[in-house]
Nanobody, 115 residues
Framework: QVQLVESGGGLVQAGGSLRLSCAAS??????????MGWYRQVPGKQRELVAG???????NYADSVKGRFTISRDNAKRTVYLQMNRLKPEDTAVYYC???????WGQGTEVTVSP
């Protein structure tokens, strides 16, 4: 089993920044060997991949966030981060993290960007 706890969401004005954190625990993964992803979901829409980071630190981003969001990881803390800059109202969503190849999801953290 893997437990995931996301935090760092909130209400921010357009153009602002937030840093999301996702702490992983449990014996289901060896964190440093696992790719991790940040996803987001808006009511009525499918959950979408926002950013991913491999065990080696390679990253990939959705086109909509390239140049604004940065994913990183701290293996010692078993935590993955999402730095979100120049936020837009369309970034409003619940954000989730997920280990690659695992079915577990956290409870999510809500991000609201006001115009």
């Amino acid at each position: 089993q893997v437990q995931l706890v996301e935090s760092g969401g909130g209400l921010v004005q357009a153009g602002g920044s937030l840093r999301l954190s996702c702490a992983a625990s449990g014996s289901g993964i060896i964190f440093r060997l696992n790719g991790m992803g940040w996803y987001r979901q808006v009511p009525g829409k499918q959950r979408e991949l926002v950013a991913g980071i491999s065990s080696s630190g390679s990253t990939n981003y959705a086109d909509s966030v390239k140049g604004r969001f940065t994913i990183s990881r701290d293996n010692a803390k078993r935590t993955v981060y999402l730095q979100m800059n120049r936020l837009k109202p369309e970034d409003t969503a619940v954000y989730y993290c997920k280990p690659q190849g695992r079915p577990e999801w956290g409870q999510g953290t809500e991000v609201t960007v006001s115009p």
